[in-house]
């Protein structure tokens, strides 16, 4: 692999209030025995101290791309980080989890080798309760058994084994793919992943697995969309679910191979879409219920 003056990896951290976080997400990366790096933070109108922590780091940090922008939220932070974004493969992380290990970005730039440079990497990962620190991390393994390699081949068993998921801190992705065919996230809406998940897996022809739970996720933060879901929420849920099933009749003739795998995809969101609409306020159930059958009947009209 040619070295060149551009790093290997962009980490994209969208930062908002996660002053007791922030500093550890940052340092599980700069702790990286691999240099080849980029670290883009963007403190998105964070109000607590996360920004003076982020700033602080990045005065002695070279590798730190510190951005401050006004309160836009978690999308329009991602996508100011792909814009200034060089390096060959885009990683993201969330300013309230972190990275285990200090070989993650060597042990990955290895996979980039041996693999010829594939299009996406999936990893494991493990979720910390914050809610109940007593209970176990569970570490969420990938299941290798009869996969083929070929992306096209294995799509509908990377979905259905969740190795395809929605969250963009699961994938290593070349940055090319999502420049060239603009793949950025939706603006003001919550579930983003969703979406830009879902129009990536169209431009994506090879992958590889890095079987390794680096990625430390936690669940239950107070104001994190993991503790409370608000109808908001859940509107937006429905629209990007809608959205989705929308494009499906062109993937059916486009991507035939990925449109069994789509649809699974697409069925597992509004699965969950459906119980967060169930644990709602009745009047917000009465706002939305319209938007949920529309989505079930265009369900529907693909089975």
């Known amino acids: 692999m040619p070295h060149n003056t551009s790093p290997l990896f962009s980490i994209i951290v969208p930062v908002y209030n996660v002053e007791a976080f922030v500093h550890k997400a940052l340092s599980s990366v700069l702790e990286q025995n691999f240099e080849h790096y980029e ?110 390699g070929s992306y096209y081949d294995d799509f509908s068993l990377l979905i259905s084994r969740s190795i395809y998921r929605s969250s963009a801190c699961m994938k290593v992705v070349k940055r090319e793919i999502i420049i060239q065919n603009n793949i ?28 390794s739970a680096f990625y430390s996720y936690h669940v239950g933060r107070i104001g994190s969309t993991t503790v409370s879901i608000p109808a908001k929420n859940v509107k937006d849920f429905l629209s990007i679910i809608l959205f989705e099933l929308e494009q499906l009749a062109d993937i059916k003739q486009s991507h035939p191979d990925l449109f069994e795998g789509l649809f699974a995809y697409i069925q597992r969101e509004l699965y969950f879409a459906t119980q967060f609409f169930m644990s709602l306020p009745e009047e917000d159930k009465q706002n939305l219920v319209g938007d949920l059958i529309k989505c079930c009947r265009l369900r529907d009209s693909y089975t």
């Open 184 to 211: 950025f996230f939706p603006i003001e809406k919550r579930y983003e992943d969703s979406e830009w998940s879902f129009k990536l897996a169209q431009y994506i022809h090879s992958y590889a697995i890095y079987d």
């Open 39 to 148: 670290l883009i933070v963007i403190n998105d109108g964070s109000t607590d101290q996360s920004g003076d922590i982020c700033y602080s780091l990045a005065q002695q940090f070279p590798q730190i791309t510190f951005i401050q922008t006004a309160n836009n939220g978690v999308s329009t932070a991602r996508n100011i980080g792909l814009k200034v974004a060089k390096g060959r493969y885009i990683m993201f992380l969330d300013g309230d989890d972190f990275w285990e290990g200090k070989n993650v970005l060597s042990d990955i730039t290895n996979i980039i080798k041996e693999k010829n440079e594939p299009d996406i990497i999936f990893h494991s990962f493990k979720v910390i309760h914050l809610h109940d620190p007593s209970k176990p991390q569970d570490i969420i393994h990938i299941d290798k058994s009869d996969l083929s």
